[in-house]
């Protein structure tokens, strides 16, 4: 899961610079790597990749901001969700 998150990650991001680095925990958002449009990029691909659903009280950016979050938010709703399986994609 933290492999596909990353890379989704690491495909959108702002800088066209094929040097940048950032670990699971740096925040994304601040850092300028990704902006408005990647968060809902993102929250459907969550959903999607990993058969979440993604709630209004769910849109904190403290459960996106960095790869671990977003890790550990999904692994929160699946759980929540009754324990969805992760797609094969």
């Known amino acids: 899961m933290r492999d596909k998150i990353r890379a989704m990650v690491m495909s959108n991001l ?15 958002f601040r850092k300028g790597f990704v902006d408005s449009l990647f968060a809902v990029q993102l929250i459907a691909y969550l959903e999607q990749e990993f058969g979440i ?3 209004n ?6 459960n996106f901001h960095s790869v671990n979050k977003m890790v550990s ?5 699946r759980q929540e ?7 094969n994609r």
């Open 14 to 28: 702002n800088i066209f610079s094929s040097e940048v680095e950032f670990s699971d925990d740096d925040n994304i």
């Open 53 to 55: 659903r993604v709630t």
């Open 57 to 62: 009280k769910d849109l904190n950016i403290n």
């Open 73 to 77: 938010f999904v692994e929160r709703k």
């Open 81 to 87: 969700d009754g324990g969805g399986e992760e797609s």
